[in-house]
């Protein structure tokens, strides 16, 4: 079995027997190709037994190469205050601490009134936020802790959702709390979502609690370490980007080359329409999210784009979609070509399509292109999507906002790209100007998510936690540089990231990341600028960069060669470079730079 066909069977798992023999199945492959390292520790105010290994083999399905310690049972607290713990000394990435309501450190009294409750239920979330301050200053560690589920027992009745006096009206209070008041370094995982989903009486098996304090019910662990670990995994950048989606019985029932715009359903008056017209509702929010949308049809483009611009009740239209392919060509093929029009890697691709066989011919040729099986009913679709955690977030950015408006910006200048015969005319047509700045708070957030998000030109594949990223900002002895690119199409945001350290006489670069919506602009070339100055005011004679290799990175492979950087070194598949600064003379470009 290989690791597709196991991450394609933990998505449907639905019993914890299965899981465990998934997980024995797991133990006989390597890990899985371009899996981001990452060290992540399990602390639970509830057992955890039950959810090591399956957590371990959730977070490899989910693109990364874990390294697990697991906390001893109840030490939520001392393991984070303590700087001689387990977990302190394992210096975790990532924590996870599941929390349970019946260990709340507060409870509302007799007398309390609904602002009473508000003030306490904060009180309580600075309570449980002070510890993982602590281990979040001391290890750099991004914690991540559950939403509370529902309390088992309602001693109030019906009454308990008016009294604030009520355990569990106190318990939604927290929950919204936690949501309001975390602090950067702490995310949310929504196990109360998913109680209320499956449902308290299957979540919870109060026998089990009792016997051997499991929080969560064997068969529930499934969806648990599905959910856990494609958040955490979305913390590190594993998130895909791009959902492509077929168009007939897909966004709409009925075939319109057949049956005209005017006999499609979409829209009020059958079980049917409603469903398709609430998944476009969905897709559409998934874009102001910032998720791209793309179209992938066996149709005639003509066709295809009718209903988008003419059924009155379609949600899309053309518009929302950065990349439209209708033809009669094999899907894989269109979705190679929209990959290369959008410079993503295949892995970053979510393909919906309500015929079985298309699925199965893009799933055979296109392994890394991820494809959810909904059943035939369009009521299933949105499901489908949401069963996959394809597009779990940990923060979302402006520039995420704005990444479907970036993306028909540079396909508008590709188009004058095509137009123009000389490149030098065509870059200085574009109009370009750069903000290139240290790291700064402002765009810690952001820098932190491009580091980790990028794959094709990062030379190092290094991967960062923004408690990293404040460090770097502070130190004396680091060169950080971001940039933020606009030309007349429009505003790319911040695009590119690089930071490094001095080392006796040279500017070491740690990592260097550039979006691939702005290559081939002269933006490195602009950095380069930058960093030699840099570099040169601390009166240091040379910058050393290394290019390593991850198997999704080439093209950054010739980057510090077109910079004029000179090879010194070569070790397993590794290069390092060097660019002695006294001889440097600053590169052209076509970008009007805005520095300090």
């Known amino acids: 079995m290989s690791w597709a066909e196991l991450r394609a069977e933990l998505s449907r798992c639905e019993d914890y027997r299965t899981l465990r023999a998934l997980c024995q199945r797991a133990r006989a492959l390597p890990e899985p190709e371009g899996g981001v390292p990452v060290r992540f520790a399990l602390l639970g105010d509830a057992s955890t037994d039950l959810l090591v290994e ?356 540079r396909v508008e200048a590709q188009k004058l790209e095509a137009s123009c015969t000389d490149l030098g005319e065509y870059l200085r047509s574009l109009a370009m100007e750069a903000v290139v700045r240290p790291f700064e708070p402002v765009s810690f957030e952001r820098v932190t998510q491009l580091i980790n998000k990028t794959n094709q030109l990062n030379l190092t594949t290094t991967r960062v936690t923004q408690a990293e990223i404040e460090r770097m900002a502070a130190d004396p002895e680091r060169v950080t540089l971001s940039a933020r690119l606009a030309d007349r199409f429009g505003d790319h945001g911040l695009v590119a990231a690089c930071f490094g350290r001095a080392e006796g006489d040279a500017l070491d670069i740690e990592g260097w990341v550039m979006s691939c919506r702005v290559l081939g602009r002269g933006l490195s070339r602009a950095i380069l600028n930058e960093l030699a100055r840099a570099a040169a005011d601390r009166g240091l004679a040379e910058i050393r960069g290394t290019f390593a290799p991850s198997g999704r990175n080439e093209p950054a492979r010739e980057h510090y060669a077109k910079l004029g950087f000179a090879q010194a070194a070569e070790s397993n598949g590794a290069t390092t470079w060097s660019l002695a600064l006294e001889s440097f003379e600053p590169l052209d470009h076509a970008i009007r730079v805005d520095t300090p």
């Open 54 to 409: 399956p957590l371990a083999f959730a977070l490899r399905a989910a693109g990364l190469r874990p390294e697990v310690h697991a906390a001893p049972y109840g030490r939520v607290v001392p393991e984070m205050l303590d700087p001689a713990s387990g977990t302190s000394a394992f210096e975790p990435d990532v924590a996870l601490a599941l929390l349970v309501p019946g260990k709340l450190p507060g409870r509302p009294d007799a007398q309390v009134d609904a602002a009473g409750a508000d003030a306490l239920a904060k009180e309580v979330c600075e309570a449980i936020f002070a510890p993982c301050k602590e281990l979040h200053e001391r290890c750099g560690t991004e914690v991540v802790l559950n939403t509370l589920p529902p309390l088992p027992h309602r001693p109030w009745g019906n009454l308990g959702a008016r009294l604030p006096e009520d355990d569990g009206n106190f318990v939604r209070r927290v929950n919204v709390a936690l949501g309001d008041t975390a602090p950067p370094y702490v995310h949310l995982h929504d196990v109360a979502a998913l109680a209320e989903r499956r449902g308290l009486d299957r979540w919870h098996d109060p026998r089990l609690w009792y016997q051997a304090k499991q929080a969560i019910a064997p068969n529930c662990v499934p969806e648990y370490v599905r959910d856990a670990a494609a958040f955490v995994a979305a913390l590190l950048g594993r998130t895909r980007k791009c959902l492509v989606v077929d168009l007939d019985d897909t966004l709409w029932g009925g075939i319109v080359g057949e049956v005209g715009v005017e006999g499609l359903e979409l829209g009020e008056g059958t079980a049917r329409g409603e469903a398709f017209k609430d998944l476009q509702l969905y897709l559409k929010r998934l874009a102001a999210r910032g998720i791209l949308l793309a179209v992938c049809s066996k149709n005639e483009e003509a066709a295809a784009l009718a209903p988008l611009a003419e059924h009155p009740e379609t949600v899309l239209r053309r518009e929302d979609f950065v990349a439209f392919h209708a033809n009669w060509q094999p899907k894989s093929d269109n979705l190679r070509a929209i990959a290369a029009e959008l410079d993503l890697g295949l892995d970053a691709f979510v393909f919906l399509d309500d015929n079985p066989a298309e699925r199965e011919e893009v799933r055979l040729a296109l392994p890394a292109v991820a494809v959810p099986e909904p059943t035939d009913d369009p009521a299933s679709f949105i499901e489908a999507l949401e069963r996959g955690r394809f597009f779990e977030a940990a923060r979302v950015t402006a520039e995420d906002r704005r990444r479907g408006e970036m993306y028909r910006g």
